[in-house]
């Protein structure tokens, strides 16, 4: 069982996120990060640098001025790369040499919210440690560290941000392979890589059907995307498309489905692209990272393949720590975060629309032939909103938390953990019997909304 709290003033589970022009996501707040986060990174005599990118939410115009003027009042110069997928900043972060990275998106939630994300001039996505670091220096006196008229950073747009983004990623593709007489539908979620991944599947070979490309500020997620599914299997199977590939809005993850509309998650993506690795020797470490959310059929899956499946906590940046510390190169979310460490220091939907597309073109056969690599365990996840306490330390939830365990033992997972973004205690459970996880869970929750 996680109880992981969240005791930060700003930060969430994955930099700070809300509703756009309420607090925290206001001018304000990104003002004085855009000021804290330059003096955490303001190191040495050299010019300093920071890229700041964004998704297509209408808020997006308010938050990156914002930010921007935070970054140059401390003397730290902004490069402005416009709408662009999250993976994108972090690799033009390393790219340009840049201090410091920034992406503006709320990920998969709708326009109304948006958020921050932060990656060091390694590409990748801030510890806990510095990121309470900033959040100290945010409610410090950073009017006093403000640099003079002579030292103050310039701002520039980066023109050509999306053709360097769009090469690296079509060099992730196996050399002397093509996507040519391959139909592939996509949705882009109105989001951020709404032209970013027509281009690089069109230009591999592929005949591609988009949806999703047509943002207008205030349709990102809506009805669409990798969250929203139903759009792209009614999509995939009415135009014919061999394989159909959902983005969210910032593009840091991937959900697929086959030709027949059959969904595919992260699960069964990483399953796919392990066992392709483990078999040409590109697999490093033995085994792949996942989260406590991965299926339990994913992990007999990789017992049978003689490969271990380590679980990190919910969130990628803690699956991205935990491939680094164990050296593996593979790893993901459920909900389609995919990260392949040798080309990415973050969840990347494009990269990993590739190398499902690459084992799907070297097999000859179709999705749903290929796709589906094991039984997924009946798994439910239902969530209880709290209002306060610590409802989950009471004798009565305690009592029939212990009685489920017992129930499950050696045939399924109970995991019960409060969210990390939200006023929720999340529960899930999966084994064998459908029915009796559904008690399980329903029992648990009751149980827990008794004490609320």
Known sequence: MDGFTMTRKYFGTDGIRGRA????????????LGMAAALQFRRGDHRHRVVIGKDTRLSGYMIEPALTSGFISMGMDVVLVGPMPTPA???????????LGVMISASHNPYEDNGIKLFGPDGYKLSDAVEAEIEAK????LAMQLEPASMLGRARRLDDARGRYTEYVKQTFPRGLRLDGLKVAIDCANGAAYKAAPEVLWELGAEIMPIGVTPDGTNINKECGSTHLDA?????????????????GD?????????NGRIIDGDQIMALIAEDWHLTGRLKGGGVVATVMSNL????????????LKRARVGDRYVVEMMRAEAYNLGGEQSGHLIFDDYAT???????????LAVLVGSGKKASEVCNKFEALPQILKNVRYSGGSPLETASVKSIIADAEQRLDGNGRLLIRKSGTEPLIRVMAEGEDLVVVEMIVD???AAIAEQT
Request: glycine share 10%; proline share 1%.
């Open 89 to 99: 900043v972090a690799m033009l972060t390393r790219s340009l040499r840049a201090d």
């Open 21 to 32: 022009n309420s607090y925290p996501m206001t001018a304000e707040v990104a003002l004085k």
């Open 232 to 248: 792209l299997q009614t999509h995939t199977v009415a135009s014919g498309a061999d394989i159909g590939l959902a983005l969210d």
């Open 443 to 445: 029992g648990i929750c």
């Open 251 to 259: 593009a840091d993850r991937l959900i697929v489905c086959d030709e």
């Open 138 to 141: 945010m409610d410090g006196d």
């Open 346 to 356: 973050t969840g990347d939907g494009l990269i990993a629309a590739l190398q499902v």
């Open 297 to 308: 059929g994913l992990e007999r899956f990789f017992n049978e393949l003689g490969l271990s």
